[in-house]
């Protein structure tokens, strides 16, 4: 599983990859719901679940119920970016708690930790590509 964790004093964004023993202890919280960093290795942080999506891209909403996806009329974001003001369109989305299925789940800090999220996640280098002919 992702946590894209989103520090707001900095404007930065993180992301981190746990494995499945780590990811079970975010399992049955919701959208909305404070947890302690001390769960994904961020320790002396209160982080904050503000989204996410599923292991096939569909985005967690927070008014629906439930870890199911389902068939859901939008008028907004996320999962649906009307066009024309007023329109409406039934879409696929998640619900609003972490499951299993869940493979990627946005999270903001409430409460800074002793160190700087820098120093804790190993910052990721990106690949260069092979210039193209």
Do not use: W
Request: proline share 6%; with cysteine; aromatic share 6%.
């Amino acid at each position: 599983m992702k946590i894209v964790i989103s520090e707001p004093a900095t404007r930065k964004a993180y992301q981190l990859e746990i494995d499945n023993t780590k990811s079970a202890a975010l399992i049955g919280k919701k959208i909305s719901e404070d947890f302690s960093g001390d769960l994904i290795g961020l320790n002396g942080y209160t982080l904050k679940i503000t989204g996410g999506s599923d292991n096939g891209g569909f985005p967690m909403r927070p008014e629906i119920p439930g870890s199911a996806r389902r068939a859901f009329l939008l008028k907004g974001v996320p999962g649906f970016h009307p066009r024309i003001k007023g329109q409406q369109k039934r879409r696929f989305v998640c619900g609003n708690m972490v499951s299993q299925s869940i493979a990627q789940v946005n999270v903001k800090v409430t409460k800074a930790g002793e160190k700087k999220l820098e120093e804790i996640i190993p910052k990721t280098e990106k690949k260069e590509e092979a210039p193209k002919k």
